[in-house]
């Protein structure tokens, strides 16, 4: 199946965009931060987390990979249907050091 092919469902979308906005908030990142981190224009990020528009699989992971660097995981299916993040304490510094940037 190709990434054309490939359909989420509402809830995968619903999560997905949950994952994003959490992990996001976590690290204390804007939208033009993870945007930058990840590679994916800002115009799609928004878009995105705005529910404007499904998200691909190419952006999904993108945005992933930033969220892992950063140091949270995502660890899908935990609760069931659900998911948990993971945040290193690497991760709680970055937050604490963009707490100061306001």
């Known amino acids: 199946m190709t990434e054309s092919t490939f359909k989420m469902s509402l809830r995968q979308e619903v999560l997905v965009v949950s994952m994003i906005r959490a992990a996001r908030s976590a690290l204390g990142w804007t939208q033009p931060m993870l945007a930058k981190r990840s590679g994916v224009s800002l115009v799609a990020l928004a878009r995105l987390e705005s529910n404007a528009t499904s998200p691909r699989l190419s952006t999904v992971s993108k945005i992933k990979a930033a969220f892992e660097e950063a140091g949270i995981q995502v660890i899908e299916g935990q609760p069931a249907g659900g998911f948990t993040l993971q ?7 970055m937050a604490a050091e963009n707490a100061g940037q306001v």
Do not use: I, R, Y
């Not at 945040?87 to 510094?93: H, I, T």
């Open 87 to 93: 945040v290193s304490s690497s991760a709680l510094q």
